[in-house]
């Protein structure tokens, strides 16, 4: 074996090369192990959504997205509230005790399933095939709801009402409540859909 030493030149070529192809490497691997990252749109689309409540007037609802679905903000009355105690056994789930933490989240597990009893967020999709319910607040007899109705929302697909805290009434085709997303408030006016303490 020859003790001679390498020639500079070629071990300058050698380092050069390795260099290269070091950068090369990386330079390769950085878009692949970028795609495991979720794009913009995709951070955007699962974002929380922060909400001013402060113009909601009694009786008014505000709809607004969250992971491209319909979020409703419902600031209820008085008389609204009062009603929801009345109904308990016309409706299917009235303590919201199906799919527990999934439709309805703990702190929402009250018969006005909201943090604070006047503001109700709901997704304002039909549990049944994924329609979006119209708002029927007033009570009383209307078409295609009964003469007893206490106020609330109807899907016009398939028939299905819920009343005004999302519970589904007995014996129609949505097999839940109305899901009651993640939220919190940051203030008395703000609102922010889609994270909450727990999470």
């Given at each position: 074996m020859s003790d001679t030493p390498m020639d500079s030149s070629k071990r300058t070529w050698l380092i050069a090369s390795g260099c290269a192809g070091a950068i090369g490497g990386v330079a390769t691997a950085i878009p692949f192990v970028s795609t495991f990252q979720p794009s913009e749109r995709a951070k955007a689309a699962g974002a929380a959504v922060e909400v001013d409540i402060s113009g909601i007037k009694p009786g008014e609802k505000l709809t607004v997205e969250w992971r491209g679905k319909p979020v409703w903000i419902v600031r209820r009355t008085p008389e609204q509230l009062a009603e929801l105690a009345k109904i308990d056994s016309e409706l299917a789930d009235p303590n919201s005790d199906r799919k527990p933490g999934e439709i309805t989240p703990s702190y929402a597990k009250?018969?006005?399933r909201s943090i604070k009893p006047e503001i109700f967020v709901a997704v304002g999709i039909c549990t049944h095939l994924g329609c979006s319910p119209g708002d029927k607040f007033v009570p009383g007899p209307q078409p295609s709801l009964p003469d007893n109705w206490?106020?609330?929302?109807?899907?016009?697909?398939?028939?299905?009402?819920?009343?005004?805290?999302?519970?589904?009434?007995?014996?129609?085709p949505a097999p839940d409540n109305l899901e009651v997303p993640p939220h919190m408030y940051l203030s008395d006016s703000k609102l922010l859909i889609g994270e909450d303490k727990s999470a």
């Open positions: 009250n018969e006005g206490p106020g609330g929302f109807l899907c016009p697909c398939h028939g299905s009402t819920f009343d005004m805290a999302g519970r589904v009434f007995k014996n129609k």
